[in-house]
């Protein structure tokens, strides 16, 4: 379990982590956006040369966050599932071991665009599913980055990355956090996704992911 940065929003502390997630102790609630479980299996199915063991890094990394902090609730902003391929045995074989593990801690999945195309989790998994948004304390936590009348919203979806400009034409795209007045972004905790650039403004802070710490870009 790597370093983490701690920040405030809303009059709440969240704790910004490495791992591309946010725990936030007065809930001890751990927050996970866009874990996309099963894409690469849906990938092969289709023939796509893809890389394999993306399942069990996700799930090591779940599992070392877990072991490191104390959970009583554990949710997910969207995009458990990639799509009806990530159905394989093997991926759901894995996920079953892994809420084996975690049997007590209680687990939300507010659904996203994919799972609506991949299905809900088996039933199995005990994970209650429910529509965004899901209000708690001050925030709206959501899957799709849509303003909310009365709360800030954190969501995923976008898969945010951020462009570091070295010397010369030296780059590097990076995952990030945005935090933003009203709306505020998860990176995805994915192995196997994409990523959107965006950029920083006076109207946001942004906190770039490198070398397993958080940077904030001023």
Not at 150 to 155: E, F, G, K, N, T
Request: charge should be neutral; charged fraction near 20%.
């Amino acid at each position: 379990m790597t370093t983490s940065y701690p920040v405030r929003l809303t009059g709440e502390e969240l704790w910004l982590l490495p791992e591309k997630a946010i725990y936030w102790p007065a809930q001890q609630a751990l927050l996970i956006a866009d874990v996309h479980f099963g894409k690469a299996a849906a990938y092969r199915s289709l023939g796509q040369p893809v890389p394999q063991g993306t399942t069990a890094e996700n799930i090591a990394v779940l599992d070392a966050i877990l072991g490191a902090l104390p959970c009583r609730q554990l949710i997910f902003l969207g995009d458990f599932l990639h799509g009806p391929g990530s159905h394989a045995v093997a991926t759901l074989k894995a996920l079953a071991e892994w809420r084996t593990r975690h049997s007590e801690l209680p687990m939300t999945l507010i659904r996203g665009n994919h799972d609506k195309r991949a299905g809900d989790p088996p039933a199995s998994l005990n994970i209650r599913v429910v529509p965004e948004p899901l209000l708690l304390g001050p925030f709206a936590l959501q899957h799709e980055p849509d303003l909310h009348p009365s709360r800030h919203v954190l969501a995923g979806h976008v898969h945010p990355v951020y462009r570091l400009n070295g010397r010369g034409r030296q780059s590097l795209r990076l995952p990030c956090f945005r935090l933003g007045k009203e709306i505020s972004l998860l990176p995805a905790f994915g192995a196997f996704t994409g990523g959107y650039q965006v950029h920083h403004d006076d109207d946001c802070r942004i906190f770039v992911i490198g070398d397993n710490e958080i940077w904030p870009v001023s």
